[in-house]
């Protein structure tokens, strides 16, 4: 067993790092809370359609070149050029697309929450593919903690419209984020398992890999209010989000802080993770349990704090913290699949969690299609897509442990 003293030194090492990142999705949270709260059926729908909206349309904007930053450091200078020039160019195309399909309300403003949120998600991994953890948390916090402002003050006196909030936010979110990344750089030993990137052409054809993996978590982690949008009713989609506030997105939280990082430790410290995976692997599972038994109850004690009486089902509840902890065991898997993989096991696995998001509006509608609720088929497609992408790394990992085991 681990030690309490070395605990200890663990925890107060993520401290700075965590307290940041609890500011910014704390902040996002709290957005929501107050948007599910005091907005009516359409704002919250606006903003359930928006959100999703801006996380999924990223990814083609980035096209897997944020990703490539932790896993290729020497190739840095070029992926931060090519990065920004597919930014501004697939910003534009999808700002008009998205208001086209009314999923934004004007298409500058489509094009603005892209090139923000994308500039945002590229900076955050450029800073901590080179260990600056701390300065990336505040890269990618920034525009968060400005937006819940924004809310707090502006939408909820009148003054401001949602979209007019995110747009403002994001720019001044860009501007923290670009001061950020001017300044002096410490030389850091980084590690690099691979050194596959010497052209542009090998940029686009690696990036391709993590561009179908970024589409797919996308779609995994936003589509179902776009599912729900197509199956349901704007109440669905309003319906949904205010469950999902409660029941998904706080556990949400641990699994978007340890994703951030955990791509970089496999990095720098792979035998060291399989050696803990290997002696800690059933507390771990015992730990799962107990957060899932935690987040059903304390996601019903914040909704009568926020109702006065509970909204949620039994089994919506259920099932939506069981789809959280099942996130946060993808952590560690996708981590494997996105530094360790080469570029044939990186493109199989990819190709893999694609099939496994596409299996969220599949698995919707055959479950509607047999008489069960919208949002309760949407939940249980989400759980059983979140599973099946889930086993794709872990396959990887079982792997690695068997190759160690022998060399030892």
């Not at 910003?91 to 403003?109: A, K, M, N, Q």
Request: hydrophobic letters at 55%; charged letters at 10%.
């Amino acid at each position: 067993m681990i030690s309490l003293a070395k605990l200890g030194i663990i925890l107060w090492k993520l401290l700075p790092s965590g307290l940041i990142f609890l500011c910014g999705v704390g902040s996002i949270f709290l957005a929501d809370l107050i948007i599910a709260r005091t907005g009516d059926i359409e704002d919250i729908a606006l903003w359930a359609t928006l959100k999703s909206f801006m996380m999924i349309a990223s990814t083609f904007a980035l096209f897997g070149i944020n990703q490539l930053l932790v896993r290729e450091p020497k190739a840095t200078p070029m992926l931060i050029r090519i990065g920004t020039v597919n930014i501004l160019i697939v910003s534009l195309i999808l700002g008009i697309v998205g208001d086209y399909l009314d999923f934004v309300p004007t298409i500058l403003g489509g094009i603005i929450t892209i090139i923000g949120f994308s500039f945002s998600s590229m900076a955050f991994q450029w800073l901590r593919s080179n260990l600056r953890v701390n300065e990336a948390y505040i890269a990618s916090s920034a525009w968060r903690i400005l937006f819940l402002i924004g809310i707090s003050i502006l939408f909820v006196n009148d003054v401001a419209t949602i979209d007019m909030i995110l747009i403002g936010s994001l720019i001044i979110g860009g501007l923290t984020a670009t001061g950020l990344l001017v300044r002096d750089n410490p030389t850091k030993t980084l590690i690099s398992i691979h050194d596959d990137i010497h052209t542009i052409k090998d940029i686009y054809i690696l990036g391709g890999s993590y561009f179908l993996a970024a589409v797919s978590l996308a779609i995994a982690s936003y589509g179902e209010n776009l599912v729900t949008h197509q199956l349901g009713t704007t109440i669905d989609v309003a319906q949904y989000f205010r469950s999902a506030v409660m029941f998904l997105f706080p556990g949400m939280m641990l699994n978007q802080y340890l994703a951030a990082f955990m791509g970089t430790v496999v990095r720098q410290e792979e035998p060291r993770i399989l050696r803990i995976l290997r002696r800690y692997f059933l507390i771990g599972l015992l730990g799962l349990v107990l957060i899932w038994v935690m987040m059903i109850v304390g996601g019903y004690i914040l909704e009568m704090l926020i109702y006065g009486k509970t909204h949620t089902s039994l089994s919506l509840a259920i099932l939506m913290a069981l789809t959280s902890c099942v996130r946060l065991i993808y952590v560690l898997p996708s981590a494997f699949v996105g530094v360790v993989a080469d570029r044939h096991t990186l493109f199989k696995s990819s190709v893999a969690y694609l099939l496994s998001a596409l299996s969220l509006p599949l698995f919707s509608v055959i479950f509607y299609s047999l008489g069960v609720s919208v949002i309760t088929s949407v939940a249980l497609a989400s759980l059983l897509s979140w599973i099946l992408r889930s086993l794709v790394g872990i396959k990887l990992i079982i792997h690695r442990l068997t190759i160690t085991v022998h060399s030892e």
